[in-house]
């Protein structure tokens, strides 16, 4: 338990790509697209042309408690339409009515010192590891071989998720911020967090050399 405690402490996540894949919202995704190839960069499919700038100042930052950094790909069951085509995330409705069978989340651990220091270098690096989440999307979701499909490659390992393990989360969240919407000095905690914490966010990164 620890070892699980240090491992959460010094998590920290980052979501290269600025905003969320949204099939939906097809502009995103050739604007993307676009500016990859103009910086000539490879144009990718089913993931966003990923950002250096917060992963190098989180990894920079962060470095003397670091000793590896995990890419983590996530894709979803039930999230292609009859023509082939993907359709939004699941909702955590769309999860509890099942219409998301499965979460599949592939993992690749880097070291820390396989990772170039130099924001430059960052940056191609980043980019080719987003082919390589492409290139596992692709597979995932566009396979000729139907057997294919649905899967990454490699030793899965199976984990259902319990009522017993999710419950409590749920309702100690969920408490904690009905309690705070329930007053008004609550909501306006809520409020000031939210805006105070984007602000000091942005401000940071765009100060940070």
Same mark, same amino acid.
């Given at each position: 338990?620890?070892?699980?405690?240090?491992?959460?402490?010094?998590?920290?996540?980052?979501?290269?790509?600025?905003?969320?894949?949204?099939?939906?919202?097809?502009?995103?995704?050739?604007?993307?697209?676009?500016? *990859?190839?103009?910086?000539?960069?490879?144009?990718?499919?089913?993931?966003?042309?990923?950002?250096?700038?917060?992963?190098?100042? *989180?990894?920079?930052?962060?470095?003397?408690?670091?000793?590896?950094?995990?890419?983590?790909?996530?894709?979803?069951?039930?999230?292609?339409?009859?023509?082939?085509?993907?359709?939004?995330?699941?909702?955590?409705?769309?999860?509890?009515?099942?219409?998301?069978?499965?979460?599949?989340?592939?993992?690749?651990?880097?070291?820390?010192?396989?990772?170039?220091?130099?924001?430059?270098?960052?940056?191609?690096?980043?980019?080719?590891?987003?082919?390589?989440?492409?290139?596992?999307?692709?597979?995932?979701?566009?396979?000729?071989?139907?057997?294919?499909?649905?899967?990454?490659?490699?030793?899965?390992?199976?984990?259902?998720?319990?009522?017993?393990?999710?419950?409590?989360?749920?309702?100690?969240?969920?408490?904690?911020?009905?309690?705070?919407?329930?007053?008004?000095?609550?909501?306006?905690?809520?409020?000031?967090?939210?805006?105070?914490?984007?602000?000091?966010?942005?401000?940071?990164?765009?100060?940070?050399?």
């Amino acid at each position: 338990k620890r070892n699980q405690l240090e491992f959460f402490i010094r998590t920290f996540l980052i979501f290269p790509e600025g905003t969320r894949y949204n099939p939906e919202i097809p502009k995103v995704i050739a604007d993307s697209q676009s500016f *990859a190839e103009k910086e000539g960069l490879a144009v990718l499919k089913h993931v966003l042309t990923p950002r250096v700038k917060a992963t190098h100042v *989180a990894i920079d930052t962060m470095k003397d408690y670091l000793d590896a950094v995990y890419d983590v790909t996530v894709a979803y069951e039930g999230t292609v339409d009859h023509k082939g085509q993907r359709k939004l995330a699941p909702s955590m409705t769309e999860f509890l009515c099942k219409e998301c069978p499965r979460v599949h989340i592939f993992i690749d651990r880097i070291e820390l010192k396989d990772i170039p220091e130099e924001q430059m270098y960052m940056r191609r690096w980043l980019h080719e590891r987003f082919e390589i989440k492409d290139k596992l999307l692709i597979e995932f979701y566009d396979a000729k071989d139907s057997k294919r499909r649905n899967k990454f490659p490699g030793k899965s390992v199976h984990s259902k998720l319990s009522l017993k393990k999710t419950l409590p989360s749920l309702l100690f969240l969920g408490g904690l911020t009905a309690s705070m919407l329930l007053t008004e000095s609550g909501r306006k905690l809520y409020v000031k967090t939210w805006i105070y914490g984007t602000l000091i966010g942005c401000l940071w990164v765009s100060i940070k050399p």
